[in-house]
């Protein structure tokens, strides 16, 4: 497309960069979930809402390290604060009263937080909220939904990106491997479940009331496109999961951005545990687990939608959005599958050209660092 042409003409020294990465690191990255075809682009520096590539190009950044940095890149006063505590060593081998100060923050803010243990990544909060629930229960299997994304250990590495065409019916998904490598019956103790079909949901976890451990589920599906819980799914989850001794896990890794205490307290509803991660380490290798607004009106997006006469909707809560070029209903994963992959990614590397930074699937999160220029 011209898009991707002129995107290769404004970044050959990121070209450069990759073809050089490659060399070292599989793919040129340590991660493959933002791979931007036909290469990335190289990050030199970032302030506030502002990222400059290898070539010195300024973009604004609707990414936000994957909606982690709230405040932006580098905000001052958490500069500062590093600063000061580098001088004073990083990692001791024994509690600090640092430490504490956060955890009594999350346990005042987060309705089902009584207690709460640190990690270093968002994979290894939801890994131990499972294997708590497995230790509280006596039970193995857990039940996910369908596009729900919780990290890359072996359970939960099952129906998310992967092709519905291939994964059953609509209203009720089989369990799909999202990656070779997974250990031998790890596909038999998942049970899928559909996002927000509540009465078929509820039908697939009866079945396997006594032998499910946990129900972990994102309040809002994350990374495949910011689409929201309905009340009624997640009230239907916590009914089922106290009638039947199962622990209900939110996995509030990117949602706990919509309101002070996360998603929870925006729907009024209390797991017994919550995983946590990017936000809260603000940049920083950081995840916790522990137990027990309104949809932003993103730029009048729909309205420039409706004036070009392009089908679009904007799902998502609070600072946190996803696009959608599409005007059928967006219910589950299903709906968001369904996306002209083609176009979204010319839209991605044409907001790319004109200094806009999205993710390729176009999610994305609003922070409020200043620019470079104050912007
Ligand atoms: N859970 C959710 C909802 C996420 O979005 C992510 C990361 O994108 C994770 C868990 C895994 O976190 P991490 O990448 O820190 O391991």
């Given at each position: 497309?011209?898009?991707?042409?002129?995107y290769?003409?404004?970044?050959?020294?990121?070209?450069?960069?990759w073809?050089?990465?490659?060399?070292?690191?599989?793919?040129?990255?340590?991660?493959?979930?933002?791979?931007?075809?036909?290469?990335?682009?190289f990050?030199?520096?970032?302030?506030?809402?502002?990222?400059?590539?290898?070539?010195?190009?300024?973009?604004?950044?609707?990414?936000?390290?994957?909606?982690?940095?709230?405040?932006g890149?580098?905000?001052?006063?958490?500069?500062?604060a590093?600063?000061?505590?580098?001088?004073?060593?990083?990692?001791?081998?024994?509690?600090?009263?640092?430490?504490?100060?956060?955890?009594?923050?999350?346990?005042?803010?987060?309705?089902?937080?009584d207690?709460?243990?640190?990690?270093?990544?968002?994979?290894?909060?939801?890994?131990?909220?499972?294997?708590?629930?497995r230790?509280?229960?006596?039970?193995?299997?857990?039940?996910?939904?369908?596009?729900?994304?919780?990290?890359?250990?072996?359970?939960?590495?099952v129906?998310?990106?992967?092709?519905?065409?291939?994964?059953?019916?609509?209203?009720?998904?089989?369990?799909?491997?999202?990656?070779?490598?997974?250990?031998?019956?790890?596909?038999?103790?998942?049970?899928?479940?559909?996002?927000?079909?509540?009465?078929p949901?509820?039908?697939?976890?009866?079945?396997?009331k006594?032998d499910?451990?946990?129900?972990?589920?994102?309040?809002?599906?994350?990374s495949?496109?910011?689409?929201?819980?309905?009340?009624?799914f997640?009230?239907?989850?916590?009914?089922?999961?106290?009638?039947n001794?199962?622990?209900?896990?939110?996995?509030?890794?990117?949602?706990?951005?919509?309101?002070?205490?996360?998603?929870?307290?925006?729907?009024?509803?209390?797991?017994?545990?919550t995983?946590?991660?990017?936000?809260?380490?603000?940049?920083?290798?950081?995840?916790?687990?522990?137990?027990?607004?309104d949809?932003?009106e993103?730029?009048g997006?729909?309205?420039?939608?409706?004036?070009?006469?392009?089908?679009?909707?904007?799902?998502g809560?609070?600072?946190?959005?996803?696009?959608?070029?599409?005007?059928?209903?967006?219910?589950?994963?299903?709906?968001?599958?369904r996306?002209?992959?083609?176009f979204?990614?010319?839209?991605?590397?044409?907001?790319?050209?004109?200094?806009?930074?999205?993710?390729?699937?176009?999610?994305?999160?609003?922070?409020?660092?200043?620019?470079?220029?104050?912007?």
């Open positions: 497309s011209n898009e991707r042409d002129r290769i003409e404004l970044t050959p020294k990121s070209k450069a960069a073809e050089e990465a490659k060399q070292y690191l599989p793919g040129g990255d340590s991660r493959n979930s933002i791979f931007w075809p036909p290469y990335p682009i990050v030199e520096g970032a302030k506030g809402a502002h990222v400059v590539d290898a070539d010195g190009t300024d973009r604004l950044d609707f990414i936000g390290t994957m909606t982690t940095l709230i405040l890149h580098a905000p001052e006063p958490v500069v500062d590093v600063r000061g505590q580098l001088e004073q060593g990083v990692v001791y081998n024994a509690p600090n009263r640092q430490q504490v100060r956060l955890a009594k923050l999350l346990c005042e803010r987060i309705p089902s937080f207690l709460v243990r640190f990690t270093n990544s968002g994979t290894e909060a939801t890994l131990n909220t499972i294997r708590a629930a230790a509280f229960t006596g039970r193995s299997q857990i039940a996910k939904a369908e596009g729900g994304y919780h990290g890359s250990h072996d359970v939960v590495s129906s998310v990106r992967v092709d519905p065409s291939k994964a059953g019916e609509r209203l009720h998904p089989d369990a799909m491997a999202a990656t070779e490598g997974l250990a031998d019956g790890v596909l038999d103790s998942v049970v899928v479940i559909p996002f927000n079909e509540t009465g949901a509820r039908e697939i976890l009866e079945k396997h006594n499910l451990a946990a129900i972990i589920v994102e309040p809002m599906l994350g495949v496109g910011m689409l929201p819980a309905t009340h009624e997640l009230g239907m989850l916590r009914d089922f999961a106290t009638e001794g199962v622990v209900l896990i939110f996995d509030e890794v990117i949602s706990f951005r919509i309101a002070p205490g996360g998603s929870q307290e925006y729907y009024g509803i209390t797991p017994d545990m995983s946590l991660g990017k936000i809260i380490g603000g940049g920083f290798a950081v995840g916790a687990f522990g137990g027990r607004e949809i932003m993103l730029h997006l729909r309205e420039v939608g409706q004036e070009l006469e392009v089908p679009v909707q904007v799902t809560l609070g600072s946190l959005f996803g696009i959608h070029f599409q005007d059928d209903t967006l219910v589950g994963y299903r709906d968001l599958a996306a002209d992959s083609a979204r990614h010319n839209v991605f590397l044409g907001l790319l050209n004109e200094g806009i930074l999205m993710a390729p699937n176009l999610v994305g999160a609003v922070s409020n660092g200043r620019g470079r220029g104050g912007g």
